[in-house]
């Protein structure tokens, strides 16, 4: 059996030389490790999701002791380095000698014994040196905040000039944290109070979310796809802020429905949830496997009122729906807390090809919509592109729908000006430091009767 942290270097590895994505890669590995404990695995995936998350302020640091030849190193020597550097400034319970010790004996596994020599030498300067090290000067707020919150620059820029520096701060923040793990109950199968009761008794410590009825803030969850609850679909894992997209569509039971970009199925099985299974939900993927997985939570959850069809979501369909569902492919930097590794993926590039597609499906959705039907347009992003000036373009172009007011239906607390642009507009903006959510924009329209 493999050690946490050999398994963490090997992770790292591929996420960083491979491009492999972070969750899949980490996934795979602690499958392939069936005698790892649930404390070792919980290490692999603190190592593994901390270096990626702070790869540019440890790569900051570690330059100021490997002068000139950190880029030479090899990318296991430098991925031990960043995850015992990541130890001594982030894992206060990880003493500074069993961090040091760990990484030679890596060292000499993935390179050799003078390479566990300059690790070792690397380390313990370290560890005696690198609170000394000075960031970037708050002024060049781009260095700094890029350093401090290891967020690439344009994003930084970009942001800046959206929200402010203070915003941009809290959303690194943000970043930055451990996620939280929303457990959304199956209303189908069980009642809030009864899951409530089982899950407990697997030691799992859980809170009712504040945001959202039947969702919990899980902790102490260990094999969570493994329990017998959720194999038997009782519940399953939905952000607080994707179960918001549902509730502000609010179909209705003996509804026509349509999921036009729905995998993996997440909101395609809480809206049949809500129509407690009466009407019908068609959920469109241009992917089969996607498809074929969407069908397989649908069964697992006990969900009768969903069917798959393989469609570009471009092109309308010749059927019209009461309630069209557009959780549209974004840029997801809404979600940085979750996908490690996306914030070093990203480009505005991205964003702009972004915008000319969901153009596309936008137009699509409007005429897959009946006349006194609802469109919801939904994205785990935060850029104004995707979501605001796409939304009020939208609007101007189709002066057949009219925005929604949906602030009461959330019964949240909203400040007055995301009060303003929901009854104005019909959006709410979602940044993740607001309720320590995803980041999310939600719109919402009805299509004027003739």
Same mark, same amino acid.
């Given at each position: ?12 590895? %591929? ?25 070792? %695995? ?62 030679? %004996? ?183 496997? %996607? ?160």
């Amino acid at each position: 059996m493999k050690s946490a942290r050999y398994l963490a270097v090997e992770v790292l590895n %591929k996420i960083t030389e491979d491009g492999a994505y972070s969750n899949l890669a980490l996934r795979q590995a602690l499958g392939s490790q069936p005698d790892m404990t649930a404390q070792e %695995k919980s290490l692999t995936t603190e190592l593994v999701y901390g270096v990626v998350k702070r790869l540019l302020t440890l790569d900051y640091y570690l330059q100021k002791f490997v002068q000139g030849k950190y880029q030479k190193l090899t990318p296991s020597i430098k991925n031990i380095l960043r995850m015992s550097a990541y130890q001594m400034i982030y894992l206060e319970r990880i003493p500074v000698s069993a961090a040091v010790n760990e990484a030679v %004996k890596l060292a000499k596994r993935f390179g050799h014994e003078g390479t566990a020599k300059l690790v070792n030498a690397v380390l313990r300067r370290f560890a005696r040196e690198w609170q000394a090290v000075s960031l970037p000067n708050k002024e060049d707020f781009l260095a700094y905040a890029s350093v401090k919150y290891s967020h690439p620059t344009w994003l930084i820029a970009k942001w800046e000039a959206e929200f402010g520096k203070i915003v941009t701060e809290e959303l690194c923040l943000a970043n930055n944290q451990v996620p939280k793990l929303c457990l959304r109950v199956n209303t189908l199968k069980t009642a809030q109070a009864e899951q409530l009761e089982e899950l407990t008794k697997l030691g799992w410590q859980l809170t009712k979310s504040q945001l959202v009825e039947n969702v919990f803030l899980a902790t102490g969850v260990s094999n969570l796809e493994q329990e017998k609850c959720f194999l038997a679909g009782c519940y399953t894992v939905q952000n607080e802020a994707s179960v918001l997209v549902c509730k502000i569509l609010a179909p209705q039971k003996g509804a026509r429905v349509l999921d036009m970009c729905a995998a993996p199925g997440g909101k395609t099985m809480h809206m049949a949830e809500m129509m407690e299974n009466k009407g019908s939900i068609l959920a469109l993927d241009i992917y089969d496997h %996607k498809l074929a997985l969407i069908m397989d939570n649908a069964q697992r959850l006990g969900v009768e009122i969903v069917s798959c069809k393989k469609h570009d979501a471009t092109k309308p369909l010749t059927t019209n729906f009461d309630y069209v569902l557009l959780d549209a492919p974004c840029s997801g930097l809404g979600v940085l807390a979750h996908k490690a590794d996306a914030r070093w993926s990203k480009e505005t590039e991205n964003i702009n090809h972004l915008v000319e597609l969901q153009q596309e499906l936008l137009a699509a959705a409007a005429k897959n919509v009946l006349p006194g039907g609802h469109l919801v347009y939904s994205l785990c992003t935060i850029t104004k592109e995707e979501g605001r000036e796409q939304w009020l373009r939208f609007l101007q172009e189709h002066p057949e729908f009219q925005p929604e007011d949906f602030a009461e239906e959330l019964q949240l607390e909203l400040l007055v000006e995301e009060l303003k642009t929901i009854k104005e507009h019909g959006y709410l903006q979602i940044l993740p430091q607001r309720w320590g959510t995803d980041g999310f924009f939600i719109s919402k329209a009805r299509k004027i009767e003739n």
